[in-house]
T-cell receptor, first 115, second 113 residues
Framework: AQSVTQLDSQVPVFEEAPVELRCNYSSSVSVYLFWYVQYPNQGLQLLLKYLSGSTLVKGINGFEAEFNKSQTSFHLRKPSVHISDTAEYFCAVGGSSGSARQLTFGSGTQLTVLP | DGGITQSPKYLFRKEGQNVTLSCEQNLNHDAMYWYRQDPGQGLRLIYYSQIVNDFQKGDIAEGYSVSREKKESFPLTVTSAQKNPTAFYLC????????????FGQGTRLTVV
């Protein structure tokens, strides 16, 4: 079985400040990790993904994430946020074999950027 | 442009009625999914399908049914057996089930009145 824990349900931050959204996962198989963003009343859009290779992954809109296998984490970061980054962010894990055959999502983190 | 289309965007249903949510994709993806989203609970998998004429239950399949008669279509029926159907429903597709990213539709908000 696999699971995802997003440690913060709400993260308020001032414009141009840095932000980190935390994500921890558990899985019995090799994992693939994703961050998605959701704007109100819309579907999810992929920000970035880790499949293999370099543990630092860069995505769209200036976001990046680092895969840490020993800490089973995949935290999302941005050095300077904008008002337009206000949205809900979901971390997801996919497995490589067996029963872990679909994406499992965390409960989401609402990022609110304040002027 | 390729993508996933869900319709309608908003749907109202009376208690005791079945209702069908549409999901169509033109990405030529084999796998399709239905998720339910409730505030503070993230996305929960209802059903998924790897290929035409095959589908599997997800974590919360009770009260829902699906069909996959065509590769591009994966409709979801919310039956009267679903005790709390008011939610935001998201359809997604991917090339395969394992390490590939999922592409999402814009969602259907279902409200029981």
């Amino acid at each position: 079985a696999q699971s995802v824990t997003q440690l913060d349900s709400q993260v308020p931050v001032f414009e141009e400040a840095p932000v980190e959204l935390r994500c921890n996962y558990s899985s019995s198989v090799s994992v693939y990790l994703f961050w998605y963003v959701q704007y109100p009343n819309q579907g999810l859009q992929l920000l970035l993904k880790y499949l293999s290779g370099s543990t630092l992954v860069k995505g769209i809109n200036g976001f990046e994430a680092e895969f840490n296998k020993s800490q089973t984490s995949f935290h999302l970061r941005k050095p300077s946020v904008h008002i337009s980054d206000t949205a809900e962010y979901f971390c997801a894990v996919g497995g490589s074999s067996g029963s872990a055959r679909q994406l499992t999502f965390g409960s989401g983190t609402q990022l609110t950027v304040l002027p | 442009d390729g993508g996933i289309t869900q319709s309608p965007k908003y749907l109202f249903r009376k208690e005791g009625q079945n209702v069908t949510l549409s999901c169509e994709q033109n990405l030529n993806h084999d796998a399709m999914y239905w998720y339910r989203q409730d505030p503070g609970q993230g996305l929960r998998l209802i059903y998924y399908s790897q290929i035409v004429n095959d589908f599997q239950k997800g974590d919360i399949a009770e009260g829902y049914s699906v069909s996959r008669e065509k590769k591009e279509s994966f409709p979801l029926t919310v039956t009267s057996a679903q005790k709390n159907p008011t939610a935001f429903y998201l359809c997604a597709s991917s090339i395969g089930l394992l390490n590939t990213e999922a592409f999402f539709g814009q969602g259907t908000r279902l409200t029981v009145v």
